[in-house]
């Protein structure tokens, strides 16, 4: 895949990040090992409140945005929640990627 680059100070890109082409095909280090990210499907429950506000943020920004498609815009949201929890928990550090599977069910306390 080929990134768009737009050029310095283009008005159209000033309000998109620059981390757009992290969504896309990237080499990837897990475990010490580089290679090619990837993609794969995951399955999560929310409400359907919640899904009909995405899609119509994401029909409604989609062009300005740059999303090249609904799977971009939901990469960014999670991106910026892991972002936000390493500056928070981590020092900013990135957490340590793993393949291992999640504990199944809510933690306990909940």
């Given amino acids: 895949m080929v990134d768009a680059v737009q050029p310095e100070g283009d008005a159209t890109n000033d309000r998109v990040p620059d981390i757009i082409s992290e969504f896309r095909l990237q080499p990837t280090t897990v475990a010490g090992v580089t290679g090619l990210s990837r ?14 506000r995405a899609r119509s943020a994401y029909r409604a920004t989609s062009f300005e945005e740059k999303d090249s498609s609904w799977s971009e815009m939901l990469n960014k949201a999670l991106v910026a929640e892991i972002e936000r929890r390493e500056a928070a928990y981590n020092d900013g550090t990135e957490f340590a990627g793993s393949d291992e599977p999640l504990t199944p069910g809510r933690p306990i306390g909940f």
């Fill in 39 to 52: 993609r794969t499907t995951i399955t999560f429950y929310l409400t359907e409140g919640l899904r009909n």
